[in-house]
Structure formats: C-alpha cells, structure tokens
C-alpha cells in the first residue's frame, strides 16, 4: 500500500512501526472511544480491533494470536482478527469492531472518525 | 518508407526481450538501436545464481549473442552509459559522446541493489549481487576460501550463500525477519528451508539487525550485529533489495515514483517515451520478477506496433527458489487472511509441506516446500479464478490425484486401488496386505489392523485409508474406532504419541514438531501452541528457547488476569511465612499503586487483585527490592507449598515440617509442569496443612514421611493416596522431585497429577519412586531442569526484558485527541 485511502471523514495518525508488534501477538493504544488492540500474524499481517471480547469484555490483546485469529485470554471465545467477528461454536454471537489500519512503508495508521 | 526509430535504453532481459517481441510483430518497421552499460551482450540475470553456484557457465545463459544483433541489424552501444534524454530534440547522449535521436524510447534501465548504509560499507570485499561483474567477484573471492556473510535471507540473499557454500566457503546468511523469504513464504515452509540450509552448509541467523562492517587494512573481516555478536568474514554479499534506476527519467523530467510511472501501455508521461521492466511503477507497483516483465514486454510490442485494445493489467506472481535440491513454490495470497480457508498436508518422511489457501471456493495462494510439481496447476488455479469447491477433498494431493478422483466418492476410490498400491509409507504396507489380512484373519477394527499388518501404527497418517479398506473388505460390519483423543483439531495424534516423538525423533521447535507430525493447520491453535511449548521446555531444559506468544496471558505476563483486565499479583512466601519487613513492603506496594483489593489466598500468602498492567513491572521492582519474587500463582507449575508450624512451636509436631516445605519450595519453584501443582506438609496426622487434598502432601510422622499424591480440592474434591513413606527429609526431597518429574515427563498438558494418576496408575508411579536407581535418575533430570528454572521472571522484565509487553504502543493517540 503506498498511499492512504483518502476519506476526509478519518484522520490517520502514525502509531509506530509493524515490527513493533510482537509476531503472533498484540500491543494496546489508548483510543478516544476505549482500548484498541493491534495484533501481528505469524504471517506479518496486521489488524486492529477495540480491545474488547464480545462476551465479556475481556481484553483481547492479552491473547493467544493463531493464524489470523485471536483466542480471549477470558474465557476462550475465538475471533477473526479481520472481521471481529465471533467464530466455531460462538459464531453470530458479537462481534468486537474493527479499527481502521492501513500501514505505508512499515508505519502504522490508525484511523478515527473526524478530522 | 523510412523506418522509424526505436531506441532501447538497456540491455538487460527487458529491453532486449521487447525488441524481440517488436521484432516477432513486424521485423521491418524500426531502426532499433540499444545502450547498455555492462560490456557484453544480454544474458538471462536471472542464472546467475546458477553460475555463482558453479552449475552453469555465463556461455550457457547468454540469451542474444552478437549475431542476433547482426542480423536484426540492431546497434549496440556495449559499456556505454545514457547520461541524458533530450525530449525536446527526441535524442539520448551517452558518457562517451554516443548520441542517438528516436521516434519511440523504451526506458529499460532496471534496477539498482540497495545498498545499506553501514559503517565499512565502502571497505573491499563488500559487494551486491547484481550482475556478471559481482558476480565474479565473488567466485574470486570464494577461490580463497573462508567465510562469507550474505545480509538478507530473500531469494537471491539464499541463492547467493548457497553458490558461496558451493564453491567452498562457509555462508552465514543474516535475516532481519523471523522467517526466511518472508514475503513468500510462512512460518512452517520457512522452518523447513532453514533446515535443509543448513543440510547444504549454510547458517542462517534470524532476527538479526546488522550495526557495522568489520575491516582489517581496508579489507572486510566481519559483520557486527546490534546485540553484539560478530561474525568473521572474508566476503561481505547485501541481497536486501532492489532500487528501481529512475534517475534519467526523473532528470528529463518524467513522472516518477517509486519506479518510472507507466499506464496500462507502459508509455510514460511522455507519449514518445515508454518504460518496461524493473525501472517501471505499474498501478503503484515496481515488480522484480521476471514474469510480469515478460507480460510487460509484449503489451509495449503490441503498442509499438499499433495493435489496438492491448492493456497490461499487472500480474499475480509467484516465486520459485534456485537452489539445487530445494523445492518452494510460492503464489498469491499464501498467508490467507480475511475470509480464507486453509488446506494443509504435510509428508514428514518426504520433508513436504503444502498448503493452498482458499476463498470462497477459489484458489487465493498457495505454498510448497519439498514437492512443487502442482505449483503450476494452483498458479493456473488461481489466475483463471476457478471454482474449486468441487475439488475441495483432493485439491491438496494434486492435479495427477484430483483429475482421477474427480466425481468419484471416495470409498470407490479406495475400492478401485491397485492390491499393489502402497497404503502405509512408514511400514510399507500395500492396500493388498490389508485386505488379505481382513480377510483370512477376520480383523475388524483398525487396532486389529496395526497389529496385524503394521499399516497406520507409525505416523498415523494413512488411518484415514485403512479405516476405508476396513469399510470397504467388511461392508456394514464395520465400525470406526475411535483412537486416543487428539490434542486438538490441528492433529490426529494424541498427548502420547507426540511426547514420545518430540523425545525419539529429537525436535526441538514447535514447527519441527508440527511438520514432524503432519499438523494439518499451518501454526496450530490456542489449545496446541502451549501444549507442544511445555513439552519443548520439558524434553530439552536449557536447549530450548521458550515461545512467549505460545504461553497463555498469565505465563506471558507473570501475573494472573482478571474479569476488567487488570492483574493480580502474588508473591513468594516460602512455605507460607512471611516477615514483617515484608508485610510493610506489601502494605506500601498497596498504597503506593492504589491496589485496590489485598487477599490472604488459600495457599498462604498474599494477592494484590486489580493493578493495571502498565504498573506490574514497577510494582515487581518495589517487591524485588525487599527480597520478594513470583509466586507463580498464575503458573502451569509450582504454585505453593502449604506447611503447618511443625516442631518449631506446634506440641503435637513430630517433624519440622514448616523446615521440609521451605525446602521443597526454595528447590522447586519456577519449575513448569503440565498443569497446576501445589504441596503441603502438615507435620502431625492431625493435618492442619490439609496435605491430604494437594497433588503432593507430606504428612509427617514420628517414624519418618509419608508423602500422598492425587489429591484435589476444586471442581473435582479427592483425597490424596498414599503412594509411600520414607524416614528422612532427604528421601522426603528426593521422592517428591522425582514424583514432580515423571509427571512432568509424563503427564498431559492441563492433566493435574490425580488425572494422570488416574490414568497410568499408583502402582506405576510407586514402582518408579520405590527403585532407588529410578528415583535418582528422576531426581537427577529435575534438577537439571532446576538449573534454568529458578530464575524469578519478575526480576526479568523489571530489568526490562519483554518491554513491549507492558508498554501501550503509543501514546500519540491520546495526545491527538486529549
């Protein structure tokens, strides 16, 4: 990805590097509207979550990364990094939003509503 | 008619291959004329690694000699640089005076090596990997021997070291990424490309920033790294990219990105000027593979010879290694992602790993290692958007397989094998053998079957088969078995089978287990990431290097996690005393950090409940300074151990039993286990540590110990078996590490000692405990493994080991929105 998608509804802002991100983990950033969690596959791919279970609120980032998925250190509910979305036997049961992320030559956007 | 003019800046694969595509379309339509700046005709780059590695000469890949140039009448200026593009006056200049005027210009001037900017960079011996030149530098240099240092472990870092390592030197490649050619390859295919390195003389270290180039008398002498390791070299290869050569362009004035920018017909913003190849940016992408110039090259050759329509719509790539012996293939999306299925397979015995990643029906990417005979297929797959829902059972196994399986239900399948088609690789065993032995012997089952005929009792990978032959010889009299349960759904093998392998089989990492034992996912999952952690750490003490993103949050962080996040922290009170030193340091730990919440637990000691991540390691700080560590209380491991007053005040003590369980506690702790373990001792039968409901109680009697074990007291409420008695603490000592020991060996992951107690029997383990020679041995391992264990992880990150852990990313967003 070379250039931010454009939208003059979101303000990017460069919160670090990807290699910041521990492979196969997450790190937390404090948010307008709550915890965000980032998280980085064992494949290097990165995505960005508000750092909250569906099911209970447990903070997401704490848990184990595998593959592009990540397991709530709370109780074990399993959630695609990429679409929050609940997954096996929780699925259709929530869903933790997703955080716009994009990254440009290795840095991190996050990406909030207004400018 | 006067030909046009057709100038060619570049003589590289490129360039020449447009003249020859233009040429193929119309030969009579240019006056061609091309500029190179190596001295010698063009020559297929992408063979050099070939040549480095001595397997080929530069006579084999020279793809246009001199009499293609003759006889296209074509000019070539050889070792002569264009310095500059008059696009007024439509002409090139080149360095030595040569000026040629053009009607169309094709820009093919490729690409430059990065070169990183490290101290000694300039020192002699310090080359790239680009051309013939570097290349014969590098012969040269390997003429002399020694070692070599190759930074970057992509393809051509990889296929640079190998022809080093061919040609005699010692190739050390030095990666700044956890996995080798990261950008095609995961995690298990990069294991299993470092391992067959390695089998071809070249080390590759992983994780490694380079900070400086060594030199001796203006000579390289080796490459040191940011944590300080230095690496002896003669011959110093930078393979960590390529640098699209832009600048003629940028300097007449042409738009220019990260490469010279083209549209669809590969024209610049200049109409009259075009660009192919490395120098070109493409919809915002700079390729460095040959295919999409290939592609290029003959869209540029429809334009240049007014075919009308021709677009070049960017490629989907993938990516084959050069190195004798190593087969990997990698295409497309091969991480998956958003929306994507995954297909494993994994052949341990033939060193092959696959895996093709799907969405929704259609081929995304793919991955292979070890057998890439279908790379081509999936690559065909994949570009034609297939739907493959169809194949979806056989995909993996191939085209061969797919095609003569298409339409036809499996138990057919296995029906009509030949008798003679092997079935177990491991045991070789035909499909013949089995369904005789069915037959005449009357098997019914498929332990029957392993018994019998030794198909599906290695590996375990044919069951699948065989439990079809059973179907299939026995028709409705069959019943599928079920094995040991499987660890979790990434495997078929149980607990057992994969500690024993990691043992027998000597694997040391989790993705040398995984490829070990045909995981069918390709990194594991929740549930057997921390089980094949613990099992690494137990089978190797010291050896291994524990996975943290395998561990559970608690492990990960040393503290346990609550309901709003926060933690709670427990310290060591060994044996259950504590001091009113400590008890200040606590009470200010508590005031200082506004701890909410202090409990006194069940396992006598102290819990701070509800402090903010952030604040752990500045609280652990304040409790190391008095003395205090970890208690563990989070930890698959020693937790606590309970202990009544004893002799030293009790009347009724008949042992010091407080003595015994500070002991045990100070020799034991840290050490990790498959689940929980927690001691008491109680020093009368009266039994105030309540050592009769923990996985190992002492209770101490006037003739000596008797140690219980398999108690429990939560979910499940037990009462300990008395396993033996012993009449000195030093026996007490030695029985309990070697009972901590076997289970450790033993036990399943998250099987608490009165389960697998449970499952293997008292009898066994007392038989163990009771044989002195056994008991030693035991005890022996334990404390071995102790050696590397009783290292207080709170000091750790205190002194600032995995940092990043407790620290937010980044407090810019606050900041930006305070």
């Known amino acids: 990805m070379n250039a931010l998608v454009k939208d003059p509804q979101i303000t990017w802002i460069d919160v670090g590097a990807a290699t910041d991100i521990p492979r196969r983990g997450a790190r937390r950033l404090k948010g307008p509207q709550g915890e965000i969690a980032i998280f980085r596959t064992g494949d290097g791919q990165v995505f960005a979550l508000m750092d909250a279970c569906p099911h209970k609120g447990g903070p997401l980032s704490q848990g184990i990364v595998h593959g592009a998925s990540v397991t709530c250190p709370?109780?074990?509910?399993?959630?695609?990094?990429?679409?929050?979305?609940?997954?096996?036997?929780?699925?259709?049961?929530?869903?933790?939003?997703?955080?716009?992320?994009?990254?440009?030559?290795?840095?991190l956007f996050i990406g909030l509503a207004g400018s | 008619m006067t030909k046009q003019r057709l100038v060619v800046i570049g003589n590289g694969m490129a360039g020449c291959r447009a003249v020859e595509e233009v040429l193929k379309r119309d030969p009579d339509l240019y006056e061609i004329t091309i500029f190179g700046t190596e001295p010698r005709v063009n020559y297929d780059r992408i063979m050099l690694s070939p040549v480095?590695?001595?397997?080929?000469?530069?006579?084999?890949?020279?793809?246009?000699?001199?009499?293609?140039?003759?006889?296209?009448?074509?000019?070539?200026?050889?070792g002569c640089a264009v310095t500059e593009i008059d696009r007024q006056a439509r002409l090139v200049r080149a360095s030595d005076g040569t000026q040629a005027a053009y009607d169309r210009l094709i820009l093919a001037t490729g690409s430059d090596p990065v070169r990183l900017p490290l101290p000694g960079a300039d020192l002699a011996g310090v080359v790239t990997f680009r051309d013939l030149d570097d290349v014969e530098a590098m012969v040269a240099a390997a003429d002399a021997g020694g070692e070599a240092v190759v930074i970057g472990g992509g393809l051509l870092g990889l296929e640079a070291a190998y022809g080093l390592a061919r040609r005699g030197m010692r190739a050390t490649v030095i990666h700044l990424m956890d996995v080798l050619m990261e950008r095609q390859l995961d995690e298990s295919a990069g294991f299993l490309l470092r391992s067959a390195l390695t089998d071809r003389g070249v080390e590759t270290v992983l994780g490694a920033q380079s900070e400086a180039i060594l030199g001796e008398n203006g000579k390289v002498s080796g490459l040191q790294l940011k944590d300080g390791r230095i690496i002896p070299c003669s011959l110093l290869v930078m393979a960590v990219g390529i640098r699209p050569n832009t600048a003629l362009a940028a300097n007449c004035g042409l738009k220019v990105g990260r490469g010279v920018v083209v549209d669809d017909q590969m024209r610049t913003s200049d109409p009259a000027v075009f660009a192919i190849g490395e120098c070109a940016e493409h919809r915002g992408i700079a390729y460095g593979l040959v295919a999409p110039i290939w592609e290029m090259c003959r869209t540029l050759a429809d334009v240049l010879t007014g075919v009308d329509d021709c677009a070049y719509g960017g490629s989907v790539l993938q990516t084959r290694l050069k190195v004798s012996g190593v087969d990997v293939f990698s295409a497309g999306r091969f991480s998956g992602g958003e929306g994507c299925e995954d297909v494993v397979f994994r052949d341990a015995g033939r060193g092959v790993y696959k895996r093709v990643v799907l969405e929704q029906g259609r081929v995304a990417g793919a991955v292979l290692f070890g057998d890439v005979a279908d790379g081509g297929w999936y690559f065909d797959l994949m570009k034609s958007q297939a739907d493959v829902s169809e194949l979806r059972e056989t995909l993996i196994f191939g085209q061969a397989v797919t095609e003569a399986l298409r339409g036809v239900d499996p138990k057919s399948a296995v029906a009509a094998m030949a008798d003679s088609q092997e079935i177990c690789g491991c045991n070789g065993v035909c499909k013949g053998a089995i369904t005789t032995a069915i037959a005449d012997l009357g098997l019914t089952t498929l332990e029957d079957v392993r018994a019998h005929t030794k198909a599906s009792?290695?590996?375990?990978?044919?069951?699948?088969?065989?439990?079809?032959?059973?179907?299939?010889?026995?028709?409705?009299?069959?019943?599928?078995?079920?094995?040991?349960?499987?660890?979790?759904?990434?495997?078929?093998?149980?607990?057992e089978v994969v500690r024993r392998r990691i043992v027998s089989e000597g694997l040391k990492s989790i993705p040398a287990v995984m490829q070990a034992l045909e995981w069918t996912t390709p990194e594991g999952c929740a549930s057997c990431r921390p089980a094949l952690n613990y099992y690494l750490i137990c089978a190797w003490p010291g050896d291994y290097q524990d996975d943290k993103q395998s561990r559970f949050v608690n492990e990960r962080v040393h503290a346990n996690i609550q309901k709003d996040g926060t933690y709670s922290v427990v310290p060591r009170m060994w044996g259950g005393m504590t001091s009113p030193q400590e008890l200040r340091v606590i009470a200010d730990v508590a005031d200082k950090f506004a701890i909410p919440a202090v409990k006194v637990t069940g396992g006598q000691r102290i819990d701070l409940l509800g402090v903010k991540k952030d604040d752990l390691p500045a609280v652990w700080a304040d409790l190391n300074a008095a003395g205090m560590v970890s208690g563990h209380a989070y930890a698959k491991g020693l937790r606590t151990v309970k202990t009544c007053v004893g002799t030293d005040w009790c009347r009724f003590g008949t042992q010091d039993s407080t003595g015994l369980g500070v002991r045990l506690e100070k020799f034991m702790w840290g050490s990790w286990a498959p689940a929980k373990v927690k001691l008491a001792v109680s020093g009368c039968p009266r039994n105030c540590a309540e050592a009769t409901c923990k996985d190992i109680g002492v209770v101490c009697v006037d003739s000596g110990f008797e140690i219980h074990i398999g108690g429990a007291a939560g979910l499940h409420i037990q009462g300990t078996q008395l396993l033996t008695k012993v009449a000195s603490e030093d026996e007490a000592v030695w029985t309990i590490c070697a009972i901590t020991q076997l289970y450790r060996e033993e036990g399943w992951y998250l099987e608490r000692i009165y389960k697998w107690m449970a499952r293997v029997g008292l009898e066994t383990i007392r038989a163990q405990v009771e044989d002195p020679h056994a008991r030693k041995a035991l005890y022996d391992r334990f404390a071995y493994s102790q050696r590397f264990s009783r290292t207080d992880p709170w000091a750790e990150r205190v002194a600032g080991r995995h940092a990043d852990e407790f620290n937010p990313l980044s407090r810019r967003l606050e900041f930006e929105r305070a």
């Open chain 1, 74 to 107: 709370l109780h074990g509910r399993v959630i695609d990094l990429a679409t929050g979305e609940s997954l096996g036997a929780d699925a259709g049961k929530g869903c933790a939003p997703v955080v716009p992320l994009q990254v440009r030559d290795g840095r």
């Open chain 2, 52 to 78: 480095l590695a001595g397997e080929k000469a530069f006579a084999d890949i020279v793809l246009n000699d001199e009499a293609w140039y003759g006889d296209h009448a074509i000019t070539l200026h050889a």
């Open chain 2, 457 to 495: 009792a290695s590996c375990g990978s044919c069951t699948p088969l065989v439990e079809k032959l059973l179907a299939v010889t026995l028709g409705d009299a069959f019943q599928a078995q079920t094995g040991p349960k499987p660890v979790c759904g990434c495997t078929h093998h149980g607990h």
